[in-house]
C-alpha cells in the first residue's frame, strides 16, 4: 500500500523557533511536495523536488526552506517560525515525470501553531 | 482573480437529495482535471478523474466544458457518509506542470 508518512501530526511552537517537518514516502517516488493549507484558500505549494538535493520553489517559499538528502525523505524547514505560518502542512509524492492528479499521494497533514 | 475557483458551501442537503458544484478554472489551456474528496482534519484523496466526454462511477458524476472553462460534480441519492469538502483540481501543463487546487466545496448531509 502506498505511504506517505509525517511524523509529527500535531505541534505547538513559539514564534522565532526554528522548525522541522519531516515526510517519508515509502514508493520510491521522485518527486515531493510540501503544501499549506488554510481555509478558503486551498492547497498552496511551498516548495516540489523532483530529485535528490534538487529543489524548486512553489508559490509560497518566502520564510520556508527544504531538505532532501535521501530520495524517500523531505523536511519542510520553518527558519523563524511566525504566526501567519499557523496552518496544516501536507506532504505529498508522485512518480517522476509529469504530476497528475491521479498519480498524487498525500500524507496525514501536519497542523501547526505558532503562538 | 484565483486559478481555480468554488463556492465555499456549506452545502446543506437532506439525504438522499441530489447535489452538484461547479469549479470555474482561468487557465484555457489546462489539461487534466479531477475531484478530490477531504474529510475534516485529513488528507485531500482522489474520488475521480474528470475526462472530456463526462464520466460517472456510481452516484457521482463528473462533466467538463472546456468552452466555459468549468467542472462540475453531480452526486445523486446522498449519503450522510458524503458529507465532506470537495477540491476541484486542475492540471496545466504550461504552467510548470503543477497541480492547482480550489478552495473546496463543502457539503453536509443531513438526516
Known amino acids: 500500500d502506498v505511504k506517505v508518512t509525517q511524523s509529527s501530526r500535531y505541534l505547538v511552537k513559539r514564534t522565532g523557533e526554528k522548525v522541522f517537518l519531516e515526510c517519508v514516502q515509502d514508493m520510491d517516488h521522485e518527486n515531493m511536495f510540501w503544501y499549506r493549507q488554510d481555509p478558503g484558500l486551498g492547497l498552496r505549494l511551498i516548495y516540489f523536488s523532483y530529485d535528490v538535493k534538487m529543489k524548486e520553489k512553489g508559490d509560497i517559499p518566502e520564510g520556508y526552506s527544504v531538505s532532501r538528502e535521501k530520495k524517500e525523505r523531505f523536511s519542510l524547514i520553518l527558519e523563524s517560525a511566525s504566526t501567519n505560518q499557523t496552518s496544516m502542512y501536507l506532504c505529498?509524492?508522485?512518480?517522476?515525470?509529469?504530476?497528475?492528479?491521479?498519480?498524487?499521494?498525500f500524507g496525514e497533514g501536519s497542523w501547526l501553531t505558532v503562538v | 482573480r484565483k486559478e481555480v475557483e468554488q463556492d465555499p458551501g456549506p452545502f446543506n442537503v437532506p439525504e438522499g437529495a441530489t447535489v452538484a458544484f461547479n469549479c470555474t478554472y482561468s487557465?484555457?489551456?489546462?489539461?487534466?482535471f479531477f475531484w478530490y474528496r477531504q474529510d475534516c482534519r485529513k488528507e485531500p484523496k482522489l474520488l475521480m478523474s474528470?475526462?472530456?466526454s463526462g464520466n460517472e462511477d456510481g452516484r457521482f458524476t463528473a462533466q467538463l466544458n472546456r468552452a466555459s472553462q468549468y467542472i462540475s460534480l453531480l452526486i445523486r441519492d446522498s449519503k450522510l457518509s458524503d458529507s465532506a469538502t470537495y477540491l476541484c483540481?486542475?492540471?496545466?501543463?504550461?504552467?510548470?506542470?503543477?497541480?492547482?487546487f480550489g478552495g473546496g466545496t463543502r457539503l453536509m448531509v443531513k438526516p
Open positions: 483540481v486542475v492540471n496545466s501543463h504550461n504552467a510548470g506542470n503543477m497541480l492547482t
Open positions: 487557465n484555457s489551456a489546462s489539461q487534466s
Open positions: 505529498a509524492s508522485s512518480p517522476g515525470g509529469t504530476v497528475s492528479g491521479n498519480t498524487i499521494y
Open positions: 474528470v475526462y472530456s
